[in-house]
């Protein structure tokens, strides 16, 4: 599955971004999605992930502030972010993890960067 993430951008801070990840291929629907974001000099991170049952699971930071969700007839997975904060500026990317014929695999986005100003 190929992942094309959009979305990103420059916001100040309190504001809001959608960020959206559009899979190709017919594995979409069976494959749980995540978002990771990487600021510079951190390493990368889990933001949000949702499975193939619509279960979401949050990072500590984004609680209450990031949803996750999906749309299985679209193959996209959205990161609706409200409240942003300048520690939230950082490179996001979208993956999809999925079992194929030879195990468990990881496809990562290209990544699109939030910018948050104060």
């Known amino acids: 599955v190929q992942l094309q993430a959009s979305g990103g951008g420059l916001v100040q801070a309190g504001g809001a971004l959608r960020l959206s990840c559009a899979a190709s291929g017919p594995i979409f629907s069976v494959s749980d999605m995540a978002w990771y974001r990487q600021a510079p000099g951190k390493q990368r991170e889990l933001v949000a992930s949702?499975?193939?049952?619509?279960?979401?699971n949050y990072g500590d930071s984004v609680k209450g502030r990031f949803t996750i969700s999906r749309d299985n007839a679209k193959s996209t997975v959205y990161l609706q972010m409200n409240g942003l904060k300048p520690e939230d500026t950082a490179v996001y990317y979208c993956s999809a993890r999925y079992m194929s014929s030879l195990g468990p695999k990881i496809n990562w986005g290209q990544g699109t960067q939030v910018t948050v100003s104060s």
């Open positions: 949702i499975t193939t049952a619509g279960s979401t």
